[in-house]
């Protein structure tokens, strides 16, 4: 239940596509992640109690309504070919048995048959079962966000992570421990 890692790889922009390059290119980004060291820092909201979870889940929907509504022209972008040293990155909810959720970043390596597969790119503090670098997918209709990092540390997308940067849980969730 906590936000802690879904900012992690938090970085960088989003540069000219080379259009010519086919969806298999795209498809075989580089196998590290590229993160420049200027990129932003990471800024996690802790959502350790179901209060804050509930009040960042009700926050974020107009950042995640814009995240899907861009995502068919960022995905073009990633299946087009990025330049070198740019990484695409998606956002998600990963789920353990019991219940607890973690919002993570996944480096993407591949987008086909409404499926987004990639890595793990947050660490992971409160759900079991996941880790750093474990690979991961999920359908399309569950992205939470995108954001492109380009070499310059400087980023396209990531609405719901930018958001969340400025963002403070309501002074009740710390009042009511009850929530």
Known sequence: ???TSSLFARCAALAACFASLSPAL???QQSTPQLSPNAPKDRPVAATQLCIWK???I?????VMQARASWPQAKQLY???LPPRHTFFVTAL???STARREQV???VDTIQGGNISGRIWSRIFVVSGYRLGDRYTFPEAELRDWMIANPDGSETGNFVGKFLDGYEPPST???NSAS
């Open 1 to 3: 239940m906590t936000w």
């Open 26 to 28: 795209a498809a075989s």
């Open 55 to 57: 009040a960042i889940e």
């Open 59 to 63: 926050a974020q929907q107009p950042y």
């Open 79 to 81: 299946l087009g070919g």
């Open 94 to 96: 990963i789920v353990d």
């Open 105 to 107: 970043f996944i480096a």
């Open 173 to 175: 969730c710390f009042t």
